[in-house]
């Protein structure tokens, strides 16, 4: 399986600069200097890429899972559902279909073992648990699968606001002790189970007026052949992160960009990006 820090190539929504014009114009310059061209996807309903578009197992080899989540199934948000047919299409991107009803941004991925929340089972209620993380790992050509709790109050239930691969023996979890007891321990146990090496980072939403506010969640960040850029809030946490970063990532270009104006609508860096190798 294709891993972030393989990827070379870069693709956003082409509702983004419309919707989030400072960000999109800070990132901009961001990805400019570290070197990393933007291509905007077009036809796109909404502007968090990586959920809607397909998996990338190798140079040539995309699964495009089914995008339609328990979250999206009002009026309101049916609307939002992109066309990925006539996006991928667009872009000459050639894909393997599955019935399996996933997000992007609920496959944490290194190149022989993914990580997601236990959502996946009840967004696929009809598949018996056991026969879904088969064809799971055969679609993703993976050894594992792991399995962590969806994090409560996450509309979402996705992984990548929680964890992150490193490389294939470590990873990087949020701080939860702040969290309730419950939930810790359901973590704690599941990353116990997965026998890797783990690092902490900060975690700081607390300030943020409602639970759909990612503000404070640095673990959602884009990581690239190129660079990591990681976002920041103007918040205390921010250099302690950023330092956390230049550690695990020696040698790395790690770069920032202030990300508040899209984590106010419940994403990050990962969310609105969708980045391949090409």
Not at 28 to 36: G, H, S, Y
Not at 211 to 238: R, S, T, W
Not at 242 to 251: C, K, N, P, T
């Amino acid at each position: 399986m294709i891993t972030d820090a393989q990827t070379n190539k870069l693709y956003l929504a082409d509702t983004l600069p419309a919707k989030y014009p400072t960000f999109y114009a800070a990132f901009e310059n961001v990805l400019n200097r570290c070197n990393i061209p933007i291509e905007l996807l077009p036809y796109t309903k909404d502007v968090w890429a990586v959920d809607y578009m397909p998996i990338q197992i190798d140079l040539k080899h995309f699964v495009r899972f089914t995008y339609n989540p328990q979250y999206l199934q009002s009026a309101k948000y049916r609307k939002t559902i992109s066309n990925v047919d006539l996006i991928c299409d667009a872009i000459g991107i050639d894909t393997t279909k599955s019935s399996i009803i996933l997000d992007g941004g609920n496959v944490t991925r290194a190149s022989d073992r993914v990580i997601m929340t236990d959502r996946i089972f009840s967004d696929n209620s009809t598949y018996q648990p056991k026969q879904l993380i088969k064809e799971l790992e055969e679609l993703f050509q993976i050894s594992k699968l792991y399995l962590v709790p969806e994090q409560p109050n996450d509309f979402t239930g996705h992984s990548d606001g929680m964890i992150r691969f490193i490389n294939s023996d470590t990873i990087l979890i949020n701080d939860y002790s702040k969290e309730k007891k419950e939930f810790q321990r359901a973590f704690q146990i599941a990353i116990h189970n997965m026998g890797l090496n783990y690092v902490e980072l900060p975690y700081n939403p607390y300030q943020n007026l409602n639970y759909n506010q990612a503000n404070g969640d640095y673990i959602n960040y884009l990581q690239m052949e190129q660079a990591i850029i990681v976002p920041i809030f103007g918040i205390k946490e921010d250099e302690q992160a950023v330092r956390i970063f230049e550690q695990v990532f020696a040698g790395q270009t790690i770069a920032t960009v202030e990300s508040n104006e899209i984590a106010n609508d419940g994403g990050i860096l990962n969310c609105v990006t969708w980045n391949i190798q090409a």
